[in-house]
């Protein structure tokens, strides 16, 4: 019974109220947000309060040779927080702390279960901004938005979680603890392991503390909602908007599926007999803002589409949370939301939407589509039911083309949702044997026993069983 | 949906929950124990479990479901429209039905559906309750001993007359604008017939006629919250009998729970029972609450009189995201001369009560009151108003332990103030 030994090594380490076993409870760390992914139960559940618990955690699971599955809120969509192979699920809630605002560097020390939200809170006094923003932001925590490099709403003028991403202290397999990159600007001491651990998907390390940097608060912004007829006149505004050297901090586009279910859900009036709408938001100095609105709304009625801009804090509220409720809202369709991340470069971006259409025709699927139409970075969302399965084939299909036409328009297979265990198998499509290997390389470096969250990303165990 | 159906009838609701999360912003019992079988989606997944066969009714897969204030918070913030509310009562019930409930609440239940013994019990204990409670003020009292309830905690006395005790059964007036049957409910009627006195005092004020039938009892709430779908449903069938007859324009309440079981909860008992469903409609269409209804009159507002009083409004679950009714108590609250309204940051969040809830977690759920005591701090208003006599009953509890000089009262006893009636 090495499992019992190890829980009471586990409770000894932790306390007993840090170490979850009740079969009810185990079952609601089975699964994330991801769907058509199986669900699997983990041996124990552990909430670490502290750095020390987690080495704890590390030494223990060594020991034991017991798999550890970090989790934040568990709301990723690649199946990055599902314990395959049972084990441990190192759940960060506990180390919520916000351990610094520091005004003068402009940054902020957090650990990982804090959630993006608070932080933004926190800094908000201070005239401050964290600017990742993803869906889920009032959620999600900081360590699972920084494993899973995620990006979001605001991405098209700030970036993504790696831009802000100063400093990390990460536990390793080992079990031991390295910081690396820290408060500096400036950082060019070894490789770019903050870098490297940005995105890292729980599969190198596990973070335990994180240094962000904050930006000032824009002083203005103007937020326009645009409704278009046709498809394509709601891509080719997104390009030309860009090509006119106008940078919307958001420029997002929800189809009319998606429309039709967040009106249902908002109920804030949004109109229902477009073919797309745009969400754009301009900030920064007042008269910056007014001459890129101006532009805005020029490009827009040249594309024969009609703008509305939101005249209130609590208007420009309701349009960011409706479009932050697409993915769920969709759910009031079908059941079942495949939902798929495939970038392409933005002037790609119409190409890409009207693959997407035909793609929903070619194999018979209702598709919404939303995303973060400025980074090129669309939401194909197909709907359907888990427990029909001639049309789930037909879904798996489908989601391959994706793939091809997002990998053939010099695209990328996710954008910000990570591979995880749903987009493991096409990764060489998009980097090669070669590219492959190196990513394999790197976790036998970090992670030669295969310890943290197998399974996912690269598969060592495969390998294991082919020797 | 009939809510008897157990399991099977919420199925295509559990499979609608696409796990996105975003329960966990909304849930005040997430906010403080942030373990995901305490928010909605883990409760839905063990839900969809259970209704596979892939769990088995257990205590342990009962407490998990107790964990929930029915607040309605997630249901709110839902895109996907699940309505975990009845994902939690069908499982309650599928779990009451195997496993039994835990005795006391049985006990306390069937009582429930004996309105003579149950009145004839508490009178006795109005009486006796000196023995086992302090008193700390006229309407605060701390147990003496463990008796189930938390040392500390501060509950009002059961009134020695209550509320049905004093009324009559009819009050009529002159060229009456309206007939309407009041219901009291538990809470009001036993340990706050004040709230009772004064919506009487505000209806006739306003020349609106009250009947108050004699044999009404429990609305139902705790049967129908704790799984114990039978008895709600004779008690549902009961009020439908008392209440459906009368030819009123409308039966008013005075908490929201108990409107919701009359405008929600019976229907849905009853639609299977024959004779009972058009009836049962019938009664939910005319239920109001006392708020809504007086703003909808509306009030006669020539005799008010001004009111020096600052005040906040909680609002609770049931009345607010359950019925509706939103602003209309703020709107009566600001229409008072002379009374400054201030609202609290977050009028919404559930307060921690629930029921039940706060005699089985009473630590939980006296953490999740502290978020609403720090708001009302934060209001300096001097009195706080809400809808609901369980949500006056937590207020008042953390008010005086917290030794802030803030009084909780139902809005219609602020109301009936206003029109002359003494506090
Ligand atoms: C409705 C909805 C909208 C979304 N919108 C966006 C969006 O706009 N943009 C976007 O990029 N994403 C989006 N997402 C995906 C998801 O919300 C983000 O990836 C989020 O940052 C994950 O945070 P989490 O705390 O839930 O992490 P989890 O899901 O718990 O974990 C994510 C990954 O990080 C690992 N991990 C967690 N904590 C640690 C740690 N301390 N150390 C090491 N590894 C760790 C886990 O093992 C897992 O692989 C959305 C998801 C949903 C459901």
Excluded at chain 1, 82 to 101: F, Q, S, Y
Excluded at chain 1, 233 to 253: C, F, H, M, S, Y
Excluded at chain 1, 432 to 449: F, H, M, T, Y
């Amino acid at each position: 019974m090495s499992l019992e030994k190890a829980l009471t090594d586990l409770r000894r380490a932790l306390g007993p109220h840090n170490v979850i076993t009740d079969p009810a409870d185990l079952l609601c760390y089975s699964y994330d947000a991801t769907a058509d992914v199986p669900t699997q139960r983990p041996d124990v559940v552990v909430t670490p309060e502290s750095t020390a618990h987690v080495v704890q955690v590390v030494k223990i699971a060594r020991q034991y040779r017991l798999p550890i599955y970090p989790r934040g809120s568990g709301t990723n969509l690649s199946g990055g927080t599902i314990p395959l192979r049972g084990g441990i699920v190192l759940a960060t809630v506990k180390m919520n702390r916000i351990l610094e605002i520091d005004p003068a560097n402009l940054t902020a020390t957090v650990q990982p279960g804090v959630i993006i939200q608070d932080l933004n809170n926190a800094v908000a006094p201070y005239g401050l901004l964290y600017p990742p923003d993803p869906g889920t932001v009032a959620t999600a925590t900081m360590g699972g938005s920084v494993a899973e490099c995620s990006g979001g709403l605001r991405g098209l003028k700030y970036g993504v979680t790696r831009h802000y991403v100063m400093g990390l202290e990460v536990v390793l397999a080992s079990g031991e603890v390295i910081r690396c990159g820290g408060k500096t600007v400036k950082n060019v001491t070894g490789y770019d392991l903050v870098r490297l651990f940005t995105g890292s998907e729980g599969t190198l390390g596990i973070i335990t503390e994180i240094t962000v940097r904050l930006i000032p608060a824009p002083q203005a912004r103007e937020t326009m909602l645009a409704g278009f007829a046709r498809l394509a006149d709601a891509g080719n505004t997104v390009t030309e908007i860009i090509q006119r050297k106008v940078i919307p901090a958001t420029l997002e586009i929800m189809d009319r599926v998606t429309v039709e279910v967040v009106e249902n859900y908002a109920h804030i009036g949004l109109p229902t007999d477009v073919a797309a709408l745009l969400l754009i938001e301009v900030d920064g100095i007042p008269e910056v803002v007014k001459y890129e609105a101006e532009t805005v709304r020029e490009i827009i009625k040249k594309n024969n589409g009609w703008v509305k801009t939101a005249e209130n804090e609590a208007a420009r509220e309701n349009l960011l949370a409706a479009r932050r409720a697409a993915l769920p809202a969709l759910a009031q369709r079908k059941p079942t939301t495949i939902l798929e991340d495939a970038t392409v470069p933005r002037s790609k971006i119409t190409e890409m939407l009207l693959a997407l259409e035909e793609i929903g025709k070619k194999y018979d699927l209702l598709i919404g589509t939303f995303g973060h139409a400025g980074d090129g970075n669309l939401h194909p969302t197909i709907l359907a039911d888990a427990r029909d399965e001639d049309e789930m084939r037909r879904v798996r299909a489908a989601v391959e083309e994706i793939f091809r036409v997002a990998l053939s328009l010099g695209g990328t297979l996710s954008g910000e949702h990570g591979i995880g265990m749903a987009k493991m198998r096409f990764l060489p499509w998009e980097m090669g044997a070669s590219g492959v290997n190196v990513l394999r390389q790197i976790k036998k470096a970090l992670d030669p026993e295969n310890i943290l969250n197998p399974g996912k990303m690269v598969d060592l165990a495969q390998e294991e069983e082919q020797k | 949906m009939s809510l008897l159906n157990g399991m099977a009838a919420v199925k295509e609701e559990i499979i609608k929950c696409m796990k996105c999360g975003n329960c966990q912003a909304a849930c005040p019992i997430y906010k403080e124990l942030r373990l995901e079988p305490a928010v909605a989606r883990g409760k839905i997944h063990l839900a969809g479990m259970l209704a596979g066969g892939e769990l088995k009714a257990a205590p342990a897969l009962a407490e998990r479901f107790a964990l929930c204030l029915t607040c309605l918070a997630c249901t709110a913030v839902c895109p996907s429209g699940v309505k975990v509310c009845d994902i939690i009562l069908a499982a309650r019930a599928a779990l009451a039905a195997e496993l039994g409930l835990p005795f006391a609440k049985r006990a306390a239940f069937a009582a429930l559906t004996q309105p003579k013994l149950f009145r004839a019990g508490l009178k006795t204990f109005a009486r006796l309750q000196g023995l086992a409670f302090r008193r700390l003020a006229p309407f605060k009292m701390k147990p003496r001993f463990p008796l189930g309830l938390e040392m500390r905690r501060v509950v009002p006395p059961l009134a020695t007359a209550s509320f049905l005790d004093r009324a009559k059964e009819k009050y009529p007036v002159e060229k009456p604008l309206a007939r309407v049957a009041l219901f009291a409910g538990c809470l009001n009627n036993y340990v706050y017939p004040r709230v009772g006195h004064a919506a009487l005092h505000v209806l006739q004020a306003n020349r609106v006629e009250v009947v108050i039938p004699r044999e009404q009892h429990c609305c139902g709430a705790p049967s129908i919250y704790n799984g114990a779908t039978g008895m709600a449903r004779e008690m549902a069938r009961s009020h439908v009998d008392i209440f459906g007859s009368l030819g009123v324009d409308a039966v008013i309440t005075m908490c929201g729970t108990c409107g919701e079981s009359f405008a929600h909860f019976y229907p849905r008992l009853l639609e299977d029972v024959p004779g009972y469903g058009k009836k049962a409609r019938e009664l939910a269409r005319k239920t109001t609450d006392i708020a809504r209804f007086l703003y909808r009159l509306p009030l006669d507002k020539g005799n008010l009189r001004s009111l020096d009083l600052s005040v906040t409004y909680h609002q609770p679950c049931h009345l607010g995201r359950g019925l509706g009714v939103v602003k209309e108590p703020v709107e009566l609250l600001s229409g008072i001369p002379g009374t400054r309204y201030t609202p609290l940051k977050d009028p919404a969040r559930c307060c921690g009560n629930a029921g039940s809830f706060s005699l089985s977690h009473y630590h939980l759920s006296y953490r999740i009151l502290g978020h609403k005591l720090k708001d009302i701090a934060g209001t300096g208003a001097q009195v706080v108003a809400t809808g609901c006599p369980a949500c006056k009953m937590q207020l008042t509890d953390g008010l005086t332990q917290e030794n802030m000089s803030q009084e909780a009262m139902h809005t219609v006893e602020i109301l009936a103030h206003a029109y002359g009636f003494a506090l």
